[in-house]
């Protein structure tokens, strides 16, 4: 009797143990998705928010022209 129930435990530690690895390989996986998708919208967001250049093409981003901005203090 004692060693079925040895067994049963042996068997339940082996199917947490493996739940356990199989959570940590699927959330690290999902990180790395979201790490992927983050990554790629800030750059495009990076890319879409530089000022385009009438002569030059693209510049840096905030060095719009000052006449083009409106008054921006905070009063």
Do not use: C, S
Not at 2 to 9: A, G, I, K, M, T
Not at 27 to 50: K, Q, S
Request: no cysteine; hydrophobic share 45%.
């Amino acid at each position: 009797m004692d060693r079925h129930l040895q067994e049963l435990q042996n068997a339940m530690w082996q199917g947490l143990i493996f739940q356990a690895v199989i959570g940590a390989v699927i959330t690290t996986a999902l990180f790395y998705a979201l790490y992927l998708v983050v990554r790629t919208a800030v750059r495009d967001g990076v890319r879409e928010g530089m000022a385009q250049g009438r002569t030059n093409g693209r510049r840096e981003p905030g060095k719009a022209p000052t006449e083009n901005l409106p008054d921006m203090r905070a009063d």
